[in-house]
Protein backbone atom coordinates (compact mmCIF):
# COMPACT_ATOMS: atom_id res chain seq x y z
CA UNK A 1 0.00 0.00 0.00
CA UNK A 2 1.46 3.46 -0.91
CA UNK A 3 0.25 6.85 -0.19
CA UNK A 4 1.63 10.24 -0.83
CA UNK A 5 4.35 11.44 2.08
CA UNK A 6 1.59 14.03 3.01
CA UNK A 7 -0.88 10.99 4.19
CA UNK A 8 1.89 9.11 5.52
CA UNK A 9 0.97 9.52 9.54
CA UNK A 10 -3.08 8.47 9.28
CA UNK A 11 -3.88 6.13 11.87
CA UNK A 12 -6.18 4.71 9.22
CA UNK A 13 -3.64 3.66 6.57
CA UNK A 14 -1.17 2.31 9.09
CA UNK A 15 -4.07 -0.11 10.26
CA UNK A 16 -5.54 -1.36 7.61
CA UNK A 17 -1.72 -2.23 6.75
CA UNK A 18 -1.41 -4.14 9.81
CA UNK A 19 -4.57 -6.02 9.12
CA UNK A 20 -3.95 -6.85 5.41
CA UNK A 21 -0.30 -8.01 6.58
CA UNK A 22 1.10 -5.53 3.45
CA UNK A 23 3.86 -3.06 3.88
CA UNK A 24 3.01 0.73 3.81
CA UNK A 25 4.86 2.86 1.54
CA UNK A 26 5.03 6.16 1.45
CA UNK A 27 5.93 8.11 -2.08
CA UNK A 28 7.07 11.77 -1.95
CA UNK A 29 5.25 14.49 -3.39
CA UNK A 30 7.95 16.01 -5.35
CA UNK A 31 8.53 12.46 -6.68
CA UNK A 32 4.81 12.56 -7.45
CA UNK A 33 4.95 15.90 -9.39
CA UNK A 34 8.41 14.80 -11.64
CA UNK A 35 5.92 11.88 -12.30
CA UNK A 36 5.22 12.02 -16.18
CA UNK A 37 3.17 8.61 -16.42
CA UNK A 38 -0.47 8.66 -17.69
CA UNK A 39 -2.77 8.26 -14.38
CA UNK A 40 -6.08 10.26 -13.59
CA UNK A 41 -5.25 13.99 -13.01
CA UNK A 42 -7.33 16.63 -11.01
CA UNK A 43 -7.36 20.14 -10.55
CA UNK A 44 -9.08 19.78 -7.11
CA UNK A 45 -6.34 18.14 -5.55
CA UNK A 46 -3.83 19.63 -7.43
CA UNK A 47 -5.23 23.07 -5.06
CA UNK A 48 -5.62 21.23 -2.02
CA UNK A 49 -2.26 19.80 -1.79
CA UNK A 50 0.15 20.44 -4.97
CA UNK A 51 0.09 17.45 -6.87
CA UNK A 52 -2.26 16.22 -9.46
CA UNK A 53 -3.02 12.67 -7.98
CA UNK A 54 -2.45 10.95 -5.44
CA UNK A 55 -3.53 6.88 -5.61
CA UNK A 56 -3.10 6.55 -9.11
CA UNK A 57 0.44 7.78 -9.35
CA UNK A 58 1.23 6.37 -5.58
CA UNK A 59 0.17 3.12 -7.00
CA UNK A 60 2.62 3.03 -10.07
CA UNK A 61 5.52 4.67 -8.38
CA UNK A 62 5.64 2.07 -5.70
CA UNK A 63 6.78 -0.64 -7.96
CA UNK A 64 8.85 -1.75 -10.27
CA UNK A 65 7.81 -1.93 -13.80
CA UNK A 66 4.07 -1.12 -12.91
CA UNK A 67 0.79 -1.19 -14.65
CA UNK A 68 -2.58 -0.06 -13.43
CA UNK A 69 -5.29 -2.42 -13.40
CA UNK A 70 -7.54 -0.70 -11.28
CA UNK A 71 -8.16 2.85 -12.14
CA UNK A 72 -9.07 5.57 -8.86
CA UNK A 73 -12.28 4.45 -7.60
CA UNK A 74 -13.77 6.48 -4.71
CA UNK A 75 -15.59 5.28 -1.83
CA UNK A 76 -16.68 8.17 0.67
CA UNK A 77 -13.63 9.91 1.61
CA UNK A 78 -11.14 7.40 -0.04
CA UNK A 79 -9.88 7.06 -3.31
CA UNK A 80 -8.36 3.49 -4.18
CA UNK A 81 -6.11 2.59 -7.29
CA UNK A 82 -3.96 -0.59 -7.87
CA UNK A 83 -1.07 -1.41 -9.82
CA UNK A 84 0.83 -4.77 -10.68
CA UNK A 85 4.48 -5.30 -11.03
CA UNK A 86 5.34 -6.91 -14.54
Same mark, same amino acid.
Request: charged residues 30%.
Given at each position: ?6 ? +? ?6 ? =? ?6 ? $??? *? ?14 ? =? $????? *??? #? +? ?8 ? +? ?8 ? $??? +????? =?? =?? #??
Amino acid at each position: MATIDLK +GSEPGLKE =ACLALEVP $FRT *IPSDQIKRFKGSYQRS =A $FVKEK *IGV #E +GVSEPCALLA +GRRTKLILPK $FKR +GRVCV =AI =AK #ED
